[in-house]
């Protein structure tokens, strides 16, 4: 078997949209970079502040309330990173920088589907060094106000598992575990939109999130139906969406991990708080040049529970 090597894009791609909670428009721009760069952003300079640049690290996760906000000494850089991230590393790019010129990624149709289009155009080149990954050894657990988390050891890449249960009329159990793999992500994830409760607007409002969100970029569910004349994209969006999540989350490693992820009624504080107490443990994992994990023989996500629309309490 051949050793994988990291990734970068053939060439720039621009995108462009609001963002979800801000509700303000930003162009995004992707750019190719050297081996060993990572995922960088750069959020561009104005006449009021300097241009800055902050890897996409755990270190450097601000906030997690309904968005994974990036950013430094200085505050914060960029807000609702994850979806982009989750196309990233669900594609399997490893290297790349990534210019905005606003306080947010957009949102743009609410899943990582334009963002997977747009490093389609760009296109994925393979660099001349080797990939290398966070191997994980041991489990790690954490246990946060009813949710539960957990990274455990497994040789065949990334595989997350997410069970998701609510007490409302349009909520069932609802589970999906899913190795991760370029055409798994197209396939079973990409598409899958955020969400958000209609009894929650005027409340996310008053507290200055979804000041973007509509039903062109967000998943509205009242007590007893969908609000999007489309429906949903996947009988089970919303638990995939959650999954997404957590891949755009775990892409805080600073490399592919070789683990298994199982939440419990998750989001985004939970994905950060397993992946921040792995990091902070040195004997639960390793970095290894590694040869390209070998795939389960399976190619599709299991889903297990009742198939009906389930979400969390996040617009994520």
Known sequence: MKSAKQTTLREPATVFGIGVHSGLSATLTLHP??????????????????EREILADVRAVKATEFQTVLGDSR??????SEHLLAALRGL??????????????????????????????????TLNAPRRYIEVL??????????VGELRPYAHGLRVEAEIDFDNPMVGRQALAIDISPDAFRRDLARARTFGFMRDVAKLWSAGYALGASFENTLVVTEDRILNPNGMRYPDEFVRHKVLDAVGDLALAGAPLLAAYHAKRGGHRLNYAVLSALM???????????AEPARRPRGHAEVAGQVSPAYGPEVS
């Open 280 to 290: 902070a443990d040195r004997s639960a994992w390793r970095m290894v040049e590694a």
């Open 33 to 50: 970079a050297e081996a060993d760069s990572g995922i960088v952003f750069v959020r561009a300079a104005t006449d009021e502040h300097p």
């Open 92 to 125: 399997g790019v490893d290297n790349v920088v990534i210019e905005l010129d606003g306080p947010e990624v957009p949102i743009m149709d609410g899943s990582a589907a334009p963002f997977v289009a747009a490093i389609d155009q760009a296109g994925i080149a």
């Open 75 to 80: 505050g914060p850089l960029c807000s609702t």
């Open 138 to 147: 041991k489990t790690v657990r954490v246990v946060q106000d009813g949710a």
